[in-house]
């Protein structure tokens, strides 16, 4: 059983910066598409972006589009999400989750996008 941690939410102003971190104590995650959803309250889970394990091509919403990236970092088997120039509608917990499967592209789905394993989630308030 893989056990992802997320962390580096959060209270921030608007306009604001900052950087999720998602990784898996034990468990090496380069073989792995990982994926960033949110989730607000009232509102469906949605995808943020996702780092593709075959060749690292990186998928983004439209609404967080130049405004945040993704990255791996091998050697602390983390990836992180960098999120500049935050608004009050980003506000929402932010979950990194994993398919079962190594080497996948990956997806912005949250419900076809095969992701097995999830995150407890890490908070992110962006608010003046």
């Known amino acids: 059983q893989v056990q992802l941690v997320e962390s580096g939410g959060g209270l921030v102003q608007p306009g604001g910066s900052l950087r999720l971190s998602c990784g898996a104590p034990?468990?090496?995650?380069?073989?792995?598409?990982i994926g960033w959803f949110r989730q607000a309250p009232g509102k469906e889970r949605e995808g943020v972006s996702c780092?593709?394990?075959?060749?690292?091509?990186?998928k983004f919403a439209d609404s967080v589009k130049g405004r945040f990236t993704i990255s791996r970092d091998s050697p602390k088997k983390m990836v992180f999400l960098r999120m500049n120039s935050l608004k009050p509608e980003d506000t929402a917990v932010y979950y990194c989750?994993?398919?079962?499967?190594?080497?996948?592209?990956?997806?912005?789905?949250?419900?076809?996008?095969?992701?097995?394993?999830w995150g407890q989630g890490t908070q992110v308030t962006v608010s003046s």
């Open positions: 034990g468990f090496t995650l380069d073989d792995y598409s």
């Open positions: 989750a994993i398919p079962s499967e190594p080497w996948t592209s990956c997806s912005l789905s949250y419900h076809d996008g095969g992701y097995d394993y």
């Open positions: 780092i593709s394990s075959i060749d690292s091509t990186t």
